[in-house]
T-cell receptor, first 114, second 109 residues
Framework: NAGVTQTPKFRVLKTGQSMTLQCAQD?????MYWYRQDPGMGLRLIHY???????AKGEVPDGYNVSRLKKQNFLLGLESAAPSQTSVYFC?????????????FGPGTRLTVL | GQNIDQPTEMTATEGAIVQINCTYQ??????LFWYQQHAGEAPTFLSY??LDGLEEKGRFSSFLSRSKGYSYLLLKELQMKDSASYLC??????????WGAGTKLIIKP
């Protein structure tokens, strides 16, 4: 089992460029999440999904879009990157949204926007 | 607003015991999680508390008091590999995790 995988691991963008961060899980989890982690701050939820074909906004959704066309994949898109989006992005998955289901995290994508 | 508070940094000695505190104010409560995060790596799950009391798991224990909005993570017999950040997170009424900024634990020989 690979768990949760993310690509790419590192990326540098110029302001205004677009990109897609990819996330895959092989644990047959129903829920998937995208977080960003910035120095001195807690993880912040960007978007999440409770099942194939469904997505919802988290705490900081502006400037991002997501898609969950297949249960095992969750994509995060930046249409027009801004320096404020420089961050480490983590994808996570869990069996379900509720209860004590732990979230499993991918290794992260370090994004710099110049 | 929702808020999770934990100390920014703590230092302890190898072989000793350390307690990392977390206080929270959230919209609803559906459990509290502790995660460990080594520098440059992903968070990994340590514990989950939903009822008051102490949960013990090897060298690590986690305590919860819902009436006080308070939890702590207790690490015993500290090892150098325990040097990491420890993240407290509360699941709110919408089943979303609200995360603290983390406590960086430095272990000295």
């Amino acid at each position: 089992n690979a768990g949760v995988t993310q690509t790419p691991k590192f990326r540098v963008l110029k302001t205004g460029q677009s990109m897609t961060l990819q996330c895959a899980q092989d644990m047959n989890h129903n829920s998937m999440y995208w977080y960003r982690q910035d120095p001195g701050m807690g993880l912040r939820l960007i978007h999440y999904s409770v099942g194939e074909g469904t997505t919802a906004k988290g705490e900081v959704p502006d400037g991002y879009n997501v898609s969950r066309l297949k249960k095992q994949n969750f994509l995060l898109g930046l249409e027009s990157a801004a320096p404020s989006q420089t961050s480490v992005y983590f994808c996570a998955s869990s069996y379900s949204l509720a209860g004590g289901n732990e979230q499993f995290f991918g290794p992260g994508t370090r994004l710099t926007v110049l | 607003g929702q808020n999770i508070d934990q100390p920014t940094e703590m230092t302890a000695t190898e072989g000793a015991i350390v307690q990392i505190n977390c206080t929270y104010q959230t919209s609803g409560f559906n459990g509290l999680f502790w995660y460990q995060q080594h520098a440059g790596e992903a968070p990994t799950f340590l514990s989950y508390n939903v009822l008051d009391g102490l949960e013990e798991k090897g060298r690590f224990s986690s305590f919860l008091s819902r009436s006080k909005g308070y939890s702590y993570l207790l690490l015993k017999e500290l090892q150098m590999k325990d040097s990491a950040s420890y993240l407290c997170a509360v699941m709110d009424s919408n089943y979303q995790l609200i995360w603290g900024a983390g406590t960086k634990l430095i272990i000295k020989p």
